[in-house]
């Protein structure tokens, strides 16, 4: 294939989207949906959709929502006339599927309103609930092509990979502390942490360096909250439970309820917290060593516990205490490494070691706040004792959401609407402005191509005021690229931090990159003004219990993302051969070469599909781009590791591949060439027990294994020739591994006037040669 025929595919597809899509709305019954004769026209699972990751909790809480009327993400189809295809939204899909077809039972963990359900499969549900879920509607967006017989399969992929990536890669899902912030937003205690915080700028600094390690330029306090919330009852959590991470952050969920509900001043629970921070942060402030967060986290944790239980702490500020404290933790610097930090064992570790000096010291035995085997009957306790009663359809009926259908409303009538003071854009549970440059470029992008945006979900308070609940950032991006201000939250007019933003990284529509809204001809201003927004208004009038904030998690709430630069991300973009290839090759040897086993116990999240494409990457890298550095070395707490030093140029590259067809020849090249490594690897190892014949060669000590172990283990073998490749034995491998990883571990010999970087550059070097 020429240059020039490349050239008028990437024409062709970009004439397709500005001329012959076909987008259309409408709901479903998930009766309908799932019936017979949808089933049979629907794929679920085209090869560049990820797997199905959600576990049990997840898809406890997406059937929740379900039944409690919440409306979730459309379904985006391809509609190629014989066959539909899910391009997004299999997870919300499958998990339906899974649930009508009795594969799993809902978890209380994923209950927050119906916990009454829980172990119910859809067979065990009353008959009316069954009823309710069956004629729930799903609202579908589906994409077709019209009038254009010319178009091939690789074409057609290439379209359908597009409209998945525009909605996976559009609005960043919330973090764990933007959730809490909208959970905790009416909480009385977390109140009065705020405003503590308000007005102790220099104590939230403290924080911050001491423990959460937030910029200083970041004024967002949600992760620093989230951070005193859970050391309020970190005390009552015993840390060998906590270190499994099994039901963590419910169970903290849980005692800061308890805690809560319980407190009758939360003005003095507030200062007692502040006032062991500060105990806490004076004291690690007077130790003989370099600020870490660990031994900061596990000594605010012992003082928490033993000012809970009364203990005078006069020796804290002892001299001696102080050198006591400093000489020992000095001697296990060890224990607090950063490495493996989140690993059961180290958290326990390092709680032990500081549990048994302050122990020592003030005569308390820590013992049962390290190990507690009562705390799980203590636990179900707590939780509500009336889940195990039946969900009655009325206590239902109440919670359920009462909404209408969307209205559709021009882009010009809701950019008015929004600069008076009947509209609230960030109510007190959003989020601050996250959205960049090229996310609201591709929104823009989308209105002009007249791409279906999700629904706005506006709520319509007592107040008669419109809170928006979920679609700020697709507002923000529209009155930014206009230009246009909006009412804030204290009634002054503002503009968006993206304020007259020009057009960035555009995949089509690339003749408007760079341009801003007064820069386009007028005909697409109009477009773009008279572009329908679909809007869901709740209103409270007729829903007396409804919860704004449950209703912005539910939908904000987006379980395992795709990460950008990933192969999840991968799959769904880059071409078709290459993606099949890498997955043939995974797929060939995953009994023993994997970075993380794939089990029914847990998601697959293509990690070791990831891997194959790395190690190619590198070798391409190395072939074609001998200039380009592709790992990068470097020093960390006392050691040495490495790591792409660019995943976005991963992407950038997997990318061009769909346009160059030398580009693409190349590359193909290395993955194969990745695959005869793989079969190289597999014949020097013990035939018996390939897997943990890979684990000694490359272990640490453990049976984990680490990127920086294979792109060390490939770069051996990639840089000895033909002939030694095939002569080096499995002892002789290990034997130059066991050499690098004492580098890495050791770097003392390296000399401060050589850089990691340079170092390993050299030595893989002289293996070359």
């Known amino acids: 294939m020429s240059d020039i025929d490349l050239y008028l595919n990437q024409e062709e597809f970009e004439n397709v989207f500005k001329k012959h899509i076909k987008a259309s709305s409408y709901s479903l019954s998930i009766k309908t949906l799932f019936g017979e004769r949808m089933s049979r026209k629907i794929n679920y699972h085209p090869y560049y959709q990820r797997n199905y990751v959600w576990d049990n909790s997840k898809a406890s809480f997406f059937i929740e929502s379900v039944l409690l009327g919440t409306d979730i993400p459309p379904l985006i189809f391809f509609n190629t006339g014989s066959k539909i295809e899910v391009i997004d939204g299999r997870q919300h899909f499958e998990t339906i599927k899974k649930f009508k077809s009795n594969d799993f039972k809902l978890n209380i963990k994923g209950l927050t309103k119906l916990t009454q359900l829980q172990n119910h499969s859809f067979s065990r549900l009353d008959g009316d609930i069954q009823d309710l879920l069956d004629n729930a509607k799903i609202r579908v967006f589906e994409f077709e092509v019209i009038n254009e017989p010319r178009m091939d399969s690789h074409l057609e992929d290439k379209i359908k990979k597009e409209i998945f990536r525009r909605y996976n890669s559009g609005i960043t899902p919330l973090n764990s502390a933007e959730i809490d912030n909208a959970t905790y937003d009416d909480d009385e205690l977390t109140n009065k942490?705020?405003?503590?915080?308000?007005?102790?700028?220099?104590?939230?600094?403290?924080?911050?360096?001491?423990?959460?390690?937030?910029?200083?330029?970041?004024?967002?306090?949600?992760?620093?909250?989230?951070?005193?919330?859970?050391?309020?009852?970190?005390?009552?959590?015993?840390?060998?439970?906590?270190?499994?991470?099994?039901?963590?952050?419910?169970?903290?969920?849980?005692?800061?309820?308890?805690?809560?509900?319980?407190?009758?001043d939360e003005g003095e629970l507030c200062d007692f917290l502040?006032?062991?921070?500060?105990?806490?942060?004076?004291?690690?402030?007077?130790?003989?060593?370099?600020?870490?967060?660990?031994?900061?986290?596990?000594?605010?944790?012992?003082?928490?516990?033993?000012?809970?239980?009364?203990?005078?702490?006069?020796?804290?500020?002892?001299?001696?205490?102080?050198?006591?404290?400093?000489?020992?933790?000095?001697?296990?610097?060890?224990?607090?490494?950063?490495?493996?930090?989140?690993h059961y064992r180290s958290i326990i570790d390092r709680h032990k070691y500081i549990g048994d000096l302050f122990g020592k010291y003030f005569d308390f035995d820590f013992s049962l706040f390290i190990k507690n085997d009562d705390f799980k009957n203590q636990v179900k306790d707590m939780r509500q004792s009336e889940k195990e009663a039946k969900l009655k359809l009325s206590e239902l009926a109440s919670l359920r959401v009462q909404r209408p259908d969307p209205s559709l409303i021009p882009v010009e009538e809701i950019v008015s609407d929004l600069g008076g003071r009947r509209f609230c854009v960030r109510p007190s549970y959003q989020r601050q402005e996250k959205i960049n440059v090229t996310k609201a470029s591709a929104i823009i992008e989308s209105i002009i191509l007249s791409i279906n945006l999700p629904p706005l979900f506006i709520f319509n308070n007592k107040d008669n005021v419109k809170e928006v609940i979920d679609g700020q950032q697709r507002l923000l991006s529209i009155l930014g690229f206009l230009g246009k201000p909006y009412m804030n939250e204290r009634g002054k007019t503002v503009y968006p931090k993206l304020n007259g933003f020009k057009l960035k990284s555009l995949k089509i529509l690339k003749e408007f990159n760079g341009k801003k809204f007064s820069d386009l001809d007028y005909l697409i201003q109009d477009k773009i003004l008279d572009f329908k927004l679909s809007v869901i208004e709740i209103d409270s009038a007729l829903n007396g219990n409804f919860d704004p904030v449950d209703l912005f998690i539910r939908l904000n709430n987006k379980p395992y993302p795709i990460k950008e630069n990933s192969f999840e991300m991968w799959n769904s973009f880059v071409d078709k051969d290459v993606i099949r290839k890498i997955k043939d090759i995974t797929d060939e040897s995953i009994d023993w070469f994997f970075i993380k086993q794939r089990s029914s116990?847990?998601?697959?999240?293509?990690?070791?599909?990831?891997?194959?494409?790395?190690?190619?990457?590198?070798?391409?890298?190395?072939?074609?781009?001998?200039?380009?550095?592709?790992?990068?070395?470097?020093?960390?707490?006392?050691?040495?590791?490495?790591?792409?030093?660019?995943?976005?140029?991963?992407?950038?590259?997997?990318?061009?591949?769909?346009?160059?067809?030398?580009?693409?020849?190349?590359?193909?090249?290395s993955v194969l060439g990745i695959g005869e490594c793989i079969k190289l690897l597999q014949s020097k190892l013990d035939q018996d027990d390939q897997k943990q014949s890979l684990t000694d060669l490359i272990s640490r000590g453990t049976s984990k294994r680490y990127l920086v172990d294979f792109y060390l283990l490939f770069q051996i073998l990639q840089r000895m020739d033909n002939v030694r490749k095939n002569k080096i034995t499995y002892s002789e491998l290990q034997k130059k591994m066991r050499e690098i990883l004492g580098q890495f571990k050791d770097p003392s010999h390296i000399g401060d006037d050589v850089s990691p970087q340079h170092h390993f550059e050299n030595y893989l070097n002289e293996i070359s040669k």
């Open 193 to 264: 942490l705020k405003s503590a915080l308000s007005n102790d700028s220099e104590l939230v600094q403290r924080i911050k360096d001491k423990f959460v390690g937030v910029s200083r330029q970041n004024n967002d306090h949600s992760k620093v909250l989230q951070f005193l919330r859970r050391y309020l009852v970190l005390a009552s959590f015993p840390i060998n439970t906590y270190a499994t991470g099994s039901n963590r952050t419910e169970i903290l969920d849980l005692l800061y309820g308890v805690k809560a509900n319980n407190t009758e």
């Open 274 to 342: 502040i006032d062991v921070l500060t105990k806490t942060i004076n004291f690690v402030d007077s130790l003989s060593i370099e600020n870490n967060k660990l031994v900061n986290e596990a000594v605010l944790w012992a003082l928490f516990v033993l000012s809970e239980e009364d203990v005078v702490l006069d020796k804290l500020e002892s001299q001696e205490f102080i050198d006591y404290v400093s000489k020992e933790i000095s001697k296990s610097l060890a224990v607090f490494a950063s490495d493996n930090s989140h």
């Open 601 to 669: 116990k847990s998601s697959d999240r293509m990690q070791n599909e990831e891997l194959v494409t790395l190690l190619s990457y590198i070798s391409y890298n190395d072939t074609y781009r001998s200039d380009y550095t592709s790992l990068g070395f470097y020093l960390r707490d006392n050691s040495i590791s490495c790591r792409i030093t660019d995943k976005k140029d991963v992407s950038s590259l997997l990318e061009k591949i769909s346009t160059d067809v030398e580009l693409k020849r190349a590359f193909m090249k």
